[in-house]
């Protein structure tokens, strides 16, 4: 017994050393991270440069009213390494700061043209084989170089890098302009039948840099951060940019929309004309390939229920009549959008629609042909539209205030 | 009274005083020499009271009482002396028989003003009862001497328990008094069915010892098992109940209670009729319940007597506060040092922003923070009341506050430490509490090296020791494992009364559990019935 609990003691005191032999191996300590919020990636030809916004808690917490030192201080830094590789760039990071950089909390990461241009595998893999690094990371597109877009402030948001991740989602939720592309789905539309994606717009509206707090002293700042464009990706490559309205339209073909508004121009009896205003609430999209004669073709079935927010025309909504025209133009608009995005892909000779998949799903056996020239049975397939509208909601004034107004003065 | 030979079992009973190896010495006729005797047993203190008398009657026969002032009741002494004394002068004819023999049948069948008498024939007999606070009356020519029973003295009134508070529920507690410990109980519980079985523990202290249990709701093996293990304690003293505890426990390494202790007698005499044995100790207010389960550590006597909705959200709360108190600091120290990922940004910028410029990692943070409290909590409970104030200034301003503004220690971590010490007060029973706050230590090391693989660990081990422990042979985590469904009813939630028809299966005796009627669930259609 005695010397059963001997032993028993002697394991557990060599048990417990073992466990103190590791010390904390990766044990690190807040204040020995650097918190990244937002990483850029330019290529200058032949190497990459990350650019890295880092914040400085201590400057965060006087910027959100603790007790600070003297004066305002930037509560974020932004500094680049370069590197053959993205890797290679991040380890001479280590070089150059006292802390070492933490991806964990990473909210974009900002691709600079002609980055993008060169092409976007390296990053994915990058993002992929390191589990420092998240997938959920929200990709963006610069027109010039991404080191300037992590250098502007933002207002009400102290951390620019939370601040453009907070932005699209908010368009996506309440626009649905934009999507947002997370390094993941960049990664399966890249890899996809279509070898086609897309990575949002953000760019700096103004010459000049708000990368000084002093700007903040003032009620308007000398430039802003700004969702644009849609870029349009074809094998990993950037080949182009869509307009906004193009992008509404991909966004209805990819059915992503999960908010927008359509403008309907309208006219009241007298033909004076104005616009209402329709916001949708909800809308689902379905693609679907035909094949008609050996003609592919394609069929966009979409569902729209909207709700009037505003109107300048002079109708009275109580007719049944007025509801149904106000659907048709919503209709309308909405079938214009489609085309020109599916006309505009077509022209950059990508299919960033998912159309691709969804012909493979339907046409296995026919797939084996189309997937060898895919690009020109894409490019000569028509698309086909059929929008159907409903307008759930006129408001809390079922008429126009024009047709009340008209009303009294009679 | 535990010499009493009329009223207690014979056979229950055992003097573990194995001190006494010489021969007893009987009494002989010879009162002086008894006398004598006695006095040198006793040690002969001052406070050794011997009152001789004569009795008229009987030839002026010689008898006293011996007694030892201040654990005897003042009041009975001088109604026995007034009885005695009034007796003496008073003239009996036709009893003139024999001296000794006659005035010692007569005392006992007509004289003496005390309720419960018994006899003996040994100066130790004698001896240890008037150390018990008995009076002893022996008679010149008599080889018996009457013990009466006179204990009392100055004892603590009933005063709500200091240790057990609750809001609703009776206010009284235990006293250090077991016969007033016992009348709580009777008072309680009128059954006929109750048992109080007495036995003396300690060479020296000679505590009396009491097991009190429901016969045929109680489990009688265990009630057996209960005595053997008393019976087996060979010690000189003691001074509380922890002290059989000790010995009595399944298991000598635990930081786990294996026994209940409380100084309610409501939440006793609920153990009682639940079918658990209660173990009651002279001299201590404190009581011990078996066997236990893990889950009654959370039950407070509260949680009968407010609406079972209301208890059942409190039962909750102080299970979340047990996980918290043992869990909430080596969580922060494995999360700020090994997953920072897994905090909200926003909150790891006010997290990183605290730590700003403290020296110290975490792990070696939490622990001072810790042990800083551990300090003052123990402070608090041994300093004099008088300095009270001036522990809470120190603590609050100085510790606290200004170990954070020096910026040696982060605010977040006063946070955590301040709402772990809160929360393991929460627990009802102390015991569990210091458990938790043990095994919080273990966990911060664990969560210093491994982060929350080694607090995973950590639990894992703790899981398969307390589904191991055991309680009287009793499974510690019962309802839970084994998985004994209809328990369930009183561990997490409290369902109300007229749902809980039965007593806990498994803890009792399984052949009498049902406790009340069927069909008691208020309703409307009772009304007119």
Same mark, same amino acid.
């Given at each position: 017994m005695r010397l059963r609990f001997k032993s028993i003691c002697c394991a557990m005191l060599l048990l417990l050393f073992a466990s103190l032999t590791t010390g904390c191996w990766n044990r690190i300590e807040l204040n020995e991270v650097a918190i990244t919020s937002a990483t850029g990636i330019d290529w200058d030809g032949n190497s990459w440069i990350v650019s890295y916004q880092v914040v400085i808690p201590a400057a965060i917490s006087s910027v959100m009213g603790g007790s600070g030192g003297s004066g305002p201080k930037s509560p974020i830094i932004v500094y680049s390494t370069k590197g053959k590789t993205i890797r290679d760039a991040i380890m001479h990071s280590y070089s150059e700061s006292p802390r070492k950089l933490f991806f964990a909390h990473n909210r974009v990461v900002v691709i600079g043209e002609k980055a993008l241009q060169h092409g976007v595998n390296e990053l994915i893999d990058v993002y992929f084989r390191n589990s420092s690094t998240r997938e959920t990371v929200s990709v963006l597109a610069t027109p010039g170089t991404a080191r300037r877009i992590l250098e502007q402030f933002m207002q009400l948001q102290a951390i620019s890098g939370a601040g453009m991740k907070e932005i699209i989602l908010s368009e996506m939720k309440n626009t649905s302009i934009l999507p947002n592309i997370p390094v993941y789905q960049l990664a399966m539309e890249v890899t996809g039948d279509a070898k086609s994606a897309v990575v949002p717009e953000i760019f700096v509206s103004g010459t000049e840099d708000t990368s000084s707090l002093d700007s903040f002293g003032s009620t308007s700042i000398p430039s802003k951060l700004k969702l644009g464009r849609l870029a349009v990706l074809k094998d990993d490559k950037m080949i182009g940019w869509m307009s906004r309205k193009e992008s509404l339209g991909a966004s209805y073909l990819r059915d992503s929309v999960k908010q927008s508004f359509v403008v309907v121009p309208c006219e009241d009896d007298k033909g004076k004309k104005g616009y209402d205003t329709i916001q949708i609430l909800k809308s689902s999209t379905k693609v679907i390939p035909k094949l008609k004669s050996n003609q592919l073709t394609f069929t966009a079935e979409v569902d729209v229920t909207g709700s009037l927010l505003e109107s300048t025309c002079s109708q009275d909504l109580y007719k049944p009549g007025i509801i149904q025209l106000l659907e048709q133009g919503g209709q309308l608009q909405v079938s214009a959008l489609l085309q020109e995005a599916w006309k505009r892909g077509q022209q950059l000779n990508t299919d960033i629609f998912g159309a691709a998949e969804k012909t493979h799903r339907k046409y296995p056996k026919q797939w084996k042909t189309w997937s060898k020239n895919w690009d020109q049975v894409f490019k000569q397939a028509p698309l086909e539209t059929k929008v159907k509208f409903r307008m759930a909601r006129m408001g809390l004034s079922n008429k126009s205030f024009d047709y009340l107004m008209e009303k009294r003065e009679k | 009274m535990l010499i009493d030979k009329t009223s207690s079992k014979p !056979?229950?009973? *055992? *003097?573990?005083? !194995? #001190?006494?190896? #010489?021969p007893e010495q009987v009494l002989l006729t010879d009162m002086d020499i008894n006398i004598e005797r006695l006095h040198r047993f006793l040690g !002969? !203190? /001052? &406070?050794v009271v011997c009152r001789t008398l004569q009795h008229r009657s009987f030839d002026n026969t010689r008898y006293a009482i011996l007694y030892i002032d201040g654990i005897v009741e003042g009041t009975t002494i001088n109604t026995l002396l007034l009885s005695l004394l009034d007796d003496a002068n008073n003239?009996? *004819?036709? /009893?003139?028989?024999?001296e000794g023999a006659g005035l010692y049948h007569h005392l006992t069948e007509q004289s003496i003003a005390i309720g419960k008498l018994s006899e003996v024939s040994t100066i130790e007999q004698a001896g240890y009862s008037i150390l018990e606070g008995s009076t002893v009356l022996v008679v010149d020519g008599s080889l018996r001497a009457i013990v009466m029973d006179t204990t009392g003295g100055k004892t603590r009134a009933? /005063? /709500?328990?200091?240790s057990q508070t609750v809001i609703r529920g009776p206010k009284s507690g235990f006293t250090e008094n077991l016969r007033t410990n016992t009348s709580l109980i009777r008072r309680i519980i009128k059954s006929p069915d109750i048992r109080f079985d007495y036995k003396m523990i300690g060479r020296q202290t000679r505590t009396n010892v009491a097991v009190v249990y429901l016969e045929g709701i109680a489990e009688q093996e265990i009630v057996n098992e209960v005595h053997r293990r008393l019976d087996k304690i060979d010690i000189d003293g003691v001074l509380e109940s922890g002290y059989v505890e000790e010995f009595i426990q &399944?298991?000598?390494? *635990?930081?786990?209670?294996?026994l209940q202790n409380t100084e309610r007698p409501d939440a006793a005499s609920a153990a009682l009729l639940e079918g658990q044995v209660v173990v009651m100790v002279s001299g201590t207010p404190f009581v011990l319940i078996a066997p236990v389960t893990f889950a009654k550590f959370f039950q407070s006597s509260e949680d009968y007597y407010q609406r079972y909705d209301i208890a059942t959200f409190l039962r909750i709360i102080r299970m979340a506060s047990f996980f918290i108190s043992m869990l909430l600091p080596s969580l922060y120290i494995a999360i700020t040092t090994f997953h920072q990922e897994m905090l909200p940004t926003s909150l790891l910028i006010s997290l990183a922003a605290q730590r700003e410029g403290i020296p110290f990692p975490a792990l070696l943070e939490a622990f001072l923070m810790e042990i800083t409290f551990e300090i003052l909590r123990e402070a608090g409970v041994r300093m004099p009341r008088i300095i009270g104030p001036a522990i809470s200034i120190v603590g609050a301003l100085v510790l606290g506050q200004a170990a954070v503004q020096a910026g040696i220690i982060s605010a977040a971590m006063v946070i955590v430490v301040s709402f772990t010490a809160i929360a393991s007060f929460v627990i009802p029973a102390v015991n569990m509490g210091i458990a938790a706050r043990l095994i919080r230590f273990v966990l911060m090391i664990l969560a210093g090296t491994f982060g929350l693989f080694g607090i995973m660990s950590g639990l894992m081990i703790l899981l398969a020791h307390l589904c191991g422990l055991r309680s009287f042979g009793k499974p510690y985590m019962m309802p839970f494992s084994p998985f004994v469904p209809s328990n369930l009813k009183d561990v997490l939630i409290r369902v109300p009364w007229w749902a809980m028809r039965k007593r806990p299966l498994n803890i009792s005796n399984d052949s009498n559990v049902v406790r009340e009627g069927a069909g008691q669930k208020p309703s409307p259609d009772q009304e007119g019935a």
């Open positions: - | !056979g229950k009973q *055992t *003097t573990s005083s !194995g #001190q006494d190896k #010489q !002969g !203190g /001052e &406070d003239s009996y *004819t036709n /009893e003139k028989s024999s009933v /005063e /709500e328990p200091s &399944d298991r000598a390494f *635990t930081p786990f209670p294996l």
